[in-house]
């Protein structure tokens, strides 16, 4: 079965960046895309982009460019979200999603919270 | 940008009820819709896609309708496990918007 498992819960002050893993197993890996979601406390849900493991090719939300690198390990079946210059309302729950459908999620990792404050 | 505007944002209702969440869309989305549900402290369950596409193992009390720009998730008769918030989710152009949500609480 698709399964998606991240790194543990982050504290990072103002300023710094936080790299986030998930780990993919189930499924041929590049054949997916793996998208990034994220959820501030109390909040709705917020895509910040893709990464085609395949080519490595990504795609960002306009908000997070310039901020945001994702990244994938096909020889550890890994995807990376790195978020830099961390601020206060950084602060949420980031998911890795993925599935057949490309632009939907049918898979969901558990959720990595990041908390941001000094 | 293709925002989503998702009402209500709340619903108060009892066992056995019938809902209805309704996303409206900025413009044409070509039915690249897709509902998800989540439950505190949990990561989304996908329900629907396409607008009207029930996943594997969904009940089938939960459907999906709409076309253009406006688009529906009804659950028939509801059950304990259906309270939860729901989130639209379109997929027709980056980036993908998701509606505000709806949180479903028991009346």
């Known amino acids: 079965q698709v399964q998606l498992v991240q790194s543990g819960a982050e504290v990072k002050k103002p300023g710094a960046s936080v790299k986030v893993s998930c780990k993919a197993s189930g499924y041929i890996f590049t054949g997916f895309y793996i998208h990034w979601v994220r959820q501030a406390p109390g909040q709705g849900l917020e895509w910040m982009g893709w990464?085609?493991?395949?080519?490595?090719?990504?795609n960002f939300a306009q908000k997070f460019q310039g901020r945001v690198t994702m990244a994938s390990d096909t020889s550890i079946t890994t995807a990376y979200m790195e978020l830099s210059s961390l601020r206060s309302d950084d602060t949420a729950v980031y998911y890795c999603?993925?599935?057949?459908?490309?632009?939907?999620?049918?898979?969901w990792g558990q959720g990595t919270l990041v908390t941001v404050s000094s | 940008d293709i925002q989503m505007t998702q009402s209500p944002s709340s619903l108060s209702a009892s066992v056995g009820d019938g809902v209805t969440i309704t996303c409206r869309a900025s413009?044409?989305?070509?039915?690249?819709l897709a509902w998800y549900q989540q439950k505190s402290g949990k990561a989304p369950k996908l329900l629907l896609h396409?607008?009207?596409r029930l996943e594997s193992g969904v009940p089938s009390r939960f459907s999906g309708s709409g076309s253009g720009t406006v688009y529906t998730l009804t659950i028939s008769s509801l059950q304990p496990e259906d309270f939860a918030t729901y989130y639209c989710q379109h997929y027709y152009s980056t980036p993908y918007i998701f509606g505000q949500g709806t949180k479903l609480e028991i009346k």
């Open positions: 413009q044409g989305i070509s039915n690249s």
């Open positions: 999603a993925t599935g057949p459908g490309y632009n939907y999620f049918d898979y």
């Open positions: 990464i085609n493991p395949n080519t490595g090719g990504t």
């Open positions: 396409a607008a009207s």
